[in-house]
């Protein structure tokens, strides 16, 4: 059963760079989102999806895209990498979209922009 | 706006009991979780209380709800060194889409 699946792990950009964070889970979730990590910030969530199709921003979506063709996806894109991007990032899902029950999250992926 | 707020560090010798506070803003917030994060993983629910619950008890760990002062506490029994990682405090509103974190406890076992 693998859950949440980030890919990749590690990534080290230069600034103005783009790339795409890919997150998948196989346990049917309607609720996907995305959280970075900083030192001292706890998480922040940056966008969530309610169902295919759907997505919304969170505390910080700036710099970052979205979408949601599949129940199974949810790709968070960089448009023009910054320094200030430099986080760890987390993709989590829950059963339906509703709140209620835990959030499942991924390993992480480490991303450093220089 | 919602906020959580908790303490960065905290360091026990094994064997004694630890106890995480976290303190919220949102007085509509239904749901409060604990959460902890092990080195270079990703989250895991430890435990989590309704907001018309005043304590829960899971084995070593104890939650205590002060709904009036806004304030959470986590306590762990008999710490382990296989304890040690991040305790995140969390919270999120019955019917609402978003989970709002604190920043994270390192909790720190000297054995």
């Known amino acids: 059963n693998a859950g949440v699946t980030q890919t990749p792990k590690f990534q080290v950009l230069k600034t103005g760079q783009s790339m795409t964070l890919q997150c998948a889970q196989d346990m049917n979730h309607e609720y996907m989102s995305w959280y970075r990590q900083d030192p001292g910030m706890g998480l922040r969530l940056i966008h969530y999806?309610?169902?295919?199709?759907?997505?919304d921003q969170g505390e910080v979506p700036n710099g970052y895209n979205v979408s949601r063709s599949t129940t199974e996806d949810f790709p968070l894109r960089l448009l023009s990498a910054a320094p200030s991007q430099t986080s760890v990032y987390f993709c989590?899902?829950?059963?339906?979209?509703?709140?209620?029950?835990?959030?499942?999250f991924g390993e992480g992926s480490r991303l450093t922009v220089l | 706006g919602e906020d959580v707020e908790q303490s960065l560090f905290l360091s026990v010798r094994e064997g004694d009991s630890s106890v995480i506070n976290c303190t919220y803003t949102?007085?509509?917030?239904?749901?409060l979780y604990w959460y902890k994060q092990e080195p270079g993983a990703g989250l895991q629910l430890l435990t989590y209380?309704?907001?018309?619950?005043d304590m829960k008890q899971d084995q070593r760990l104890t939650v205590l709800l002060n709904k009036k002062d806004k304030h959470l506490s986590l306590r762990i029994a008999d710490t382990q060194t296989g304890d040690s990682a991040i305790y995140f405090c969390a919270e999120a509103q019955a019917g609402g889409f978003k989970t709002i974190f604190g920043a994270g406890t390192r909790l720190f076992v000297k054995a």
């Open positions: 989590a899902s829950r059963p339906d979209s509703v709140q209620t029950g835990e959030l499942f």
């Open positions: 949102d007085s509509s917030s239904t749901y």
């Open positions: 209380i309704f907001s018309n619950m």
């Open positions: 999806s309610v169902g295919a199709g759907i997505t």
